[in-house]
């Protein structure tokens, strides 16, 4: 690992060596992690990273280009193979500017943007006051029943009929249910809206085909690809072939600078991935080990929100537990077992303290956890729950989760021997 840093730069790679040695013994869980095979660190670092480009394939402002044409040219492929999309531009840098390059291609200033609510589970760059999106447009906000803790659909069309958005957006980071693509689609038809499905969450689901995909119903679907997808830090965005021209406008020069050549070699592999045996093997078990770690949860006295979930994130309120999502989150970490605090519908708590916590089943269920090893965590938690400041029991807990990791291989034996 790192073989001419290790000579040159000790100190960092000091750091980078415990970080993997983290990862390797620590049961990952935070709902937007994941952990990118070998081959997608590889081509992260590989040669291209030398490579400035800007513009598309076939259309560079720079000289020495084919070999980068042809990594993007296979990339755009293997993701509209994956997908089933029309059209698609590999070139964002994240999730979030994936969101951007959308808004940039068919919004003006003041346009009117329909989106979830930040605290029932939607995204910073939905129009949260914290994100500068939110000084550029016009929001307003649907949210769940907080009865039955789903979207509530009337809501959201009651909401689009007053507010006559020029967008409506589907997605969330902190939504355990399937979202209704089709109905969303009919209430965007209903005012003449957009609709654009932000799927970073859930990309990897979609492209294996265990949950319903929004490409039929979607003018754009944006994604990163460090999620569910399980690919390099990047993004991407989806869209019909009659919006191609805008999108690609707004990606270069609209929104962003030169491309990461290196970063869309390590797409392309994600890509081939998606629609492979292994793969989609991996994103059933996430779904399989997200339920079940939602009923082990709830007979131990955790209240699930939504009492269950449809894809790989468990939401979890801890008022019944008496204690605050930011202190589950740090007990949790201080035995290794990483999760993070969230609000939940309603919370009574800051965001900075939190009333849930988040957690997610992409990474463990890559290294190979079954319901056994569910079944354990889930034990674990309780006992963390319950004994919040015990220190004997807490220590025994770590002992039981590093045990428990233990057993699961972060990557191949040998491969970040020198």
Do not use: W
């Amino acid at each position: 690992m790192l073989k001419t840093t290790k000579v040159t730069d000790p100190q960092l790679y000091s750091i980078v060596e415990k970080e993997l040695e983290r990862q390797k013994y620590n049961i990952e869980m935070i709902a937007s992690e994941s952990s990118a095979p070998t081959e997608i660190l590889e081509l992260m670092g590989s040669v291209f990273v030398n490579k400035t480009e800007e513009g598309l394939p076939g259309k560079r402002y720079q000289a020495g280009s084919q070999y980068a044409d042809e990594v993007e040219n296979l990339c755009i492929e293997r993701a509209k193979e994956a997908f089933g999309c029309e059209y698609v531009n590999v070139q964002a840098y994240s999730g979030a500017t994936a969101n951007y390059t959308v808004f940039n291609a068919v919004l003006n200033p003041g346009d009117k943007i329909l989106a979830m609510r930040l605290d029932h589970g939607g995204h910073l760059t939905h129009g949260s006051p914290a994100n500068f999106v939110s000084k550029i447009f016009n929001y307003e906000h649907y949210g769940v029943d907080l009865e039955r803790e789903i979207i509530n659909y009337d809501e959201v069309e009651e909401k689009a009929l007053v507010f006559k958005p020029k967008m409506i957006i589907a997605g969330a980071s902190a939504y355990p249910r399937l979202i209704d693509y089709k109905r969303m689609r009919e209430i965007a038809d209903k005012v003449g809206a957009y609709l654009m499905v932000d799927m970073a969450h859930i990309s990897g689901l979609i492209g294996a085909g265990v949950i319903p995909s929004p490409i039929p119903y979607a003018d754009f679907c944006t994604s990163s690809c460090s999620k569910t997808i399980c690919g390099p830090r990047g993004g991407f965005v989806m869209c019909k072939e009659k919006y191609a021209k805008e999108l690609n406008r707004s990606t270069f020069p609209g929104t962003l600078g030169s491309i990461q050549i290196n970063g869309i070699a390590a797409k392309a592999n994600m890509f081939k991935r998606v629609r492979e045996l292994e793969f989609i093997a991996t994103m059933k078990r996430v779904l399989d080990n997200a339920k079940y770690l939602a009923k082990e949860l709830e007979v131990r006295g955790f209240r699930i929100v939504s009492g269950g979930t449809d894809n790989h994130t468990v939401l979890v309120d801890l008022r019944a537990k008496k204690i605050t999502g930011k202190q589950f989150d740090e007990a949790l970490e201080s035995i290794g077992i990483t999760v993070n605090k969230n609000t939940i519908p309603n919370d009574p708590e800051s965001p900075f303290v939190t009333s849930g916590v988040r957690i997610g089943l992409t990474a463990i269920s890559e290294r190979g956890f079954g319901h056994t090893e569910i079944t354990e965590i889930a034990e674990i938690m309780e006992k963390v729950a319950n004994n919040i400041d015990n220190e004997e029991v807490l220590k025994e807990c770590k002992v039981q989760a590093r045990n428990l990791i233990s057993k699961f291989p972060l990557y191949p034996k040998g491969y970040f021997e020198d």
